[in-house]
T-cell receptor
């Protein structure tokens, strides 16, 4: 069974600080996705990481993928309040028609 | 990017009734559509995978006779919750992918409340 684990599940951080969210998964995969979800809304795609060593950056967020360690990170630089949301990582599951297995999500709150 | 719509966005129904949720890919042909369910403050859980013109594949624990999925065309999949009960109240999100299966495009979700 493909398992996807995120940590931390809850994160409260001050504006201006840096932090990293971790995503581990249990089986071989070279496709990892990061999504953002605001309360009551659907998912917004942030990053698609397609190969080992992939690094992508958008604004204050940077995601990386290490397929050998089965680990992805989402790094937040100089957090601002607008980044408050829940962040999910997901891995494609070839046993389920390429559906996504999601982590439990990291609920991020950025405070002044 | 590709757009996926869902209708309705919110629905309130009485226990025992059936509710149909539509998922449409607006500007691409969706070979595969996925239905997820998300309970409050939890992650998304895959319910079923549907391919156009064939029967849906349900995940373990999801009753196929209760959650009827029809994927009659390359742009439309429907999920019907039959004989809904309060415990079916949830946020239902569909996603769609094209032939390359690389990217899934998520719909805006349907919030179902069963009284």
């Amino acid at each position: 069974e493909l398992k996807v684990e995120q940590n931390p599940l809850f994160l409260s951080m001050q504006e201006g600080k840096n932090y990293t969210i971790y995503c581990n998964y249990s089986t071989t995969s070279d496709r990892l996705y990061w999504y953002r979800q605001d309360p009551g809304k659907s998912l917004e795609s942030l990053f698609v990481l397609l190969s080992n060593g992939a690094v992508k950056q958008e604004g204050r967020l940077m995601a990386s993928l290490d397929t050998k360690a089965r680990l992805s990170t989402l790094h937040i630089t100089a957090a601002v309040h607008d980044l408050s949301a829940t962040y999910f990582c997901a891995v494609k599951n070839s046993n389920s028609g390429y559906a996504l297995n999601f982590g439990k999500g990291t609920s991020l709150l950025v405070t002044p | 990017g590709a757009v996926v719509s869902q209708h309705p966005s919110r629905v309130i129904c009485k226990s025992g009734t059936s509710v149909k949720i539509e998922c449409r890919s607006l500007d691409f042909q969706a070979t595969t559509m996925f239905w997820y369910r998300q309970f409050p403050k939890q992650s998304l859980m895959l319910m079923a995978t549907s391919n156009e013109g064939s029967k849906a594949t349900y995940e373990q624990g999801v009753e196929k006779d209760k959650f009827l999925i029809n994927h009659a065309s390359l742009t439309l999949s429907t999920l019907t919750v039959t004989s809904a009960h309060p415990e079916d109240s949830s946020f239902y999100i569909c996603s769609a992918s094209g032939q390359d299966r690389e990217t899934q495009y998520f719909g805006p979700g349907t919030r179902l409340l069963v009284l």
